[in-house]
Nanobody, 127 residues
Framework: VQLQASGGGLVQAGGSVRLTCTAS????????VGWFRQAPGKERDFVTA????????TYGASVKGRFTISRDNAKNTAYLQMSSLQTEDTAVYYC?????????????????????WGQGTLVTVSS
C-alpha cells in the first residue's frame, strides 16, 4: 500500500486546514489509518486514528476537540480536519495505515504498529 499525504501549508493561529491521505495499491478498507506528527527536533507523536469501522476513532489529548479524522473507503482516502490551530501544532504530518485484528478493533496509537507510511506534509502555524 502506498500513501500520499497532502494539504499542508502555512496557516494563521486559530485557522483551519484539512489534510488528505490517499492510498493506492492495496485494500484500504482493511486497514486502520493514523495521523502522526513530528516537530523539529522532536519524536514522531500520535495525533489521531480511525479504525476499519469509521465509528471508532481515538485522539491525542492535545488535539481532542480541535481535530477530526474521517475516511472515505470508496475513494481510498482519509482526512484530518484541523481547527483552532495553535503554533504548537506546527509539524510535519504523516499518515499511516496498519492492520488491526478485526473490523471493530480500536486503531493503534503506537507508531510501531503501522505498516505503511506516507511521505509527510508540513503544516506551519504562524502567530
Amino acid at each position: 500500500v502506498q500513501l500520499q499525504a497532502s494539504g499542508g501549508g502555512l496557516v494563521q493561529a486559530g485557522g483551519s486546514v484539512r489534510l488528505t491521505c490517499t492510498a493506492s495499491g492495496g485494500t484500504f478498507s482493511d486497514l486502520a489509518v493514523g495521523w502522526f506528527r513530528q516537530a523539529p527536533g522532536k519524536e514522531r507523536d500520535f495525533v489521531t486514528a480511525i479504525g476499519r469501522n469509521t465509528a471508532i476513532t481515538t485522539y491525542g489529548a492535545s488535539v481532542k476537540g480541535r481535530f477530526t479524522i474521517s475516511r472515505d473507503n470508496a475513494k481510498n482516502t482519509a482526512y484530518l480536519q484541523m481547527s483552532s490551530l495553535q503554533t504548537e501544532d506546527t509539524a510535519v504530518y504523516y499518515c499511516a495505515a496498519g492492520r488491526v485484528p478485526n473490523y471493530n478493533s480500536a486503531p493503534h496509537t503506537d507508531k510501531a504498529k503501522y505498516d505503511y507510511w506516507g511521505q509527510g506534509t508540513l503544516v506551519t502555524v504562524s502567530s
